[in-house]
């Protein structure tokens, strides 16, 4: 089964959160992406890099914003697909799905940012459009937040509930190294 991987949001703004004391799940994120990409790129996989871009002016995910910058390590090379998106699936008003059918591709694998945002949201998108579709477990994070009801929720929590919500409905979760199992 041809496979890609689809590396989302790994970008600064996320950086600068962590700088800034923001609680957060699976800090070995970072290094199992980097794993993923090691191990596509040495078998000529396919590598699609989502990179989000804010319309507003003061979201640091603005393309002229310093947090739009790619984090070094995830950085696309050897001309590695790039989709730009404004929302949060990598799928709404991209050529994502057109390039990926093009490019005869049945699975995609899942990492990067948010565990519970457009990691999430790419993920539903793509296993509604038929995509075997693997979330990565360890290879994506989340961030704490307080409902609309006042009550907190810590990012391990919302890192476990997404898993829950994806696993068996829109994707298989599967950690790291079980991924790599699976592509051999």
Known sequence: MKTALLVIDVQMAFVHDDTAGAERSCRQAEGNIETLLKA????????????????????????????AVV???????????????????????????????????????????????????????????????????????????????GVDHDAEQIHSVTLANLHGEFATVLQTEEVLKTLN
């Open 40 to 67: 596509f790129r040495d078998r000529g996989d396919k590598v699609v890099h989502i990179h989000h871009h804010g319309s507003d002016a003061d979201d640091p995910f603005n393309a002229s914003a310093p947090g």
């Open 71 to 149: 984090q070094p390590f995830a950085a696309p090379v050897n001309g590695e697909a790039v989709v730009i998106k404004h929302v949060a699936s990598g799928f709404v008003g991209t050529s994502l799905e057109a390039d990926l059918r093009a490019s005869g591709i049945e699975r995609l694998v899942v990492c990067g940012a948010t565990a519970n945002h457009c990691a999430e949201s790419t993920t539903r998108s793509a296993g509604n459009l038929g995509f075997d579709t693997i979330y990565t477990a360890d290879g994506v994070w989340a961030y704490g937040a307080t409902g609309p009801d």
